[in-house]
């Protein structure tokens, strides 16, 4: 008696749908029951890209290469047998690329601090596949717990400028779940900003008082001096 034609299966052969740039994969498209001969039929993007016939219930598989962000999905496969009166679809398969991680770039947006400030560190990662991992150091202690982000957004650290030792030297890590990738960012480090002491600015408004005193003297010279001495003749 005919089997009824049940949905395929669809399946990575490797057994994981995380791959790298220019992996070659294989996918197995598979009825556990229907009437032999099986054809299968490959979508790409609901796109029919290839179609094999099955002599038995022996999966169909297709072998594709991962050359670009297009190529991780969707797909698909559809089983149709001679019985049956349509085909039956599979499951949707998406693969997830991954790619190692570029060098973070440690940023802040001053440079200067003074005692008793508060301040900002911002690590970046531009390319590597997501989700990525931050950690922050000051020489090479840790300075944060490990900051994971799902989309490609800088992670931020808040520090507050204490004492002398709070100027060091500052780097972050990246790292994500491609192998062996874990980079260290550029090193950063706070300068000390100039602070006047009370002595100095008392000096500068000396200085600005005696400047305005000259300025207007000079003004008076022409309506006044001048004037008072022609009189006097």
């Given at each position: 008696?005919?089997?009824?034609?049940s949905?395929?299966r669809?399946?990575?052969?490797?057994?994981?749908?995380?791959?790298?740039?220019?992996?070659?994969?294989?996918?197995?498209?598979?009825s556990?029951?229907?009437?032999p001969p099986?054809?299968?039929?490959?979508?790409k993007h609901?796109?029919?890209?290839?179609?094999?016939?099955?002599?038995?219930l022996t999966?169909?598989?297709?072998?594709l290469?991962?050359?670009?962000?297009?190529?991780?999905?969707?797909?698909?496969?559809k089983?149709e047998?001679?019985?049956s009166?349509?085909?039956?679809?599979s499951?949707?398969l998406?693969?997830?690329?991954k790619?190692?991680?570029?060098?973070?770039?440690?940023?802040s947006?001053?440079?200067?601090?003074?005692?008793?400030?508060?301040?900002t560190?911002?690590?970046?990662?531009?390319n590597?596949?997501l989700?990525?991992?931050y950690t922050?150091?000051k020489?090479?202690?840790?300075i944060?717990?490990?900051?994971?982000?799902q989309?490609?957004?800088?992670?931020?650290i808040?520090l507050?400028?204490?004492?002398?030792?709070?100027f060091?030297?500052?780097?972050?890590?990246?790292?994500?779940s491609?192998y062996n990738?874990t980079k260290?960012?550029?090193?950063?480090n706070?300068?000390?900003?100039?602070?006047?002491?009370?002595?100095?600015?008392?000096?500068?408004?000396?200085?600005?008082?005696l400047?305005?005193?000259?300025?207007g003297?000079?003004?008076?010279?022409p309506?006044?001096v001048?004037?008072?001495?022609k009189a006097?003749?």
């Open positions: 008696f005919p089997e009824m034609l949905n395929p669809l399946t990575p052969v490797q057994g994981t749908l995380n791959v790298v740039m220019n992996q070659n994969v294989t996918l197995s498209c598979h556990d029951s229907g009437s099986i054809r299968y039929t490959f979508f609901s796109q029919k890209v290839s179609t094999l016939n099955r002599p038995d999966p169909g598989l297709f072998n290469t991962i050359n670009s962000a297009s190529d991780v999905g969707e797909y698909k496969c089983a047998d001679n019985i009166s349509s085909g039956k679809y499951n949707s998406n693969f997830t690329l790619e190692p991680i570029s060098k973070p770039v440690l940023s947006p001053t440079s200067q601090a003074k005692k008793g400030q508060n301040v560190l911002s690590c970046l990662s531009e590597g596949s989700p990525i991992t922050f150091f020489g090479r202690q840790s944060s717990h490990p900051v994971k982000m989309k490609r957004e800088a992670a931020v808040f507050f400028i204490n004492s002398s030792s709070d060091g030297t500052y780097k972050c890590r990246a790292e994500n491609f990738s260290y960012s550029n090193s950063f706070f300068t000390l900003a100039e602070e006047r002491s009370h002595s100095q600015a008392l000096i500068i408004s000396l200085g600005l008082i400047l305005l005193f000259v300025i003297f000079a003004l008076a010279i309506f006044v001048i004037p008072s001495y006097s003749e």
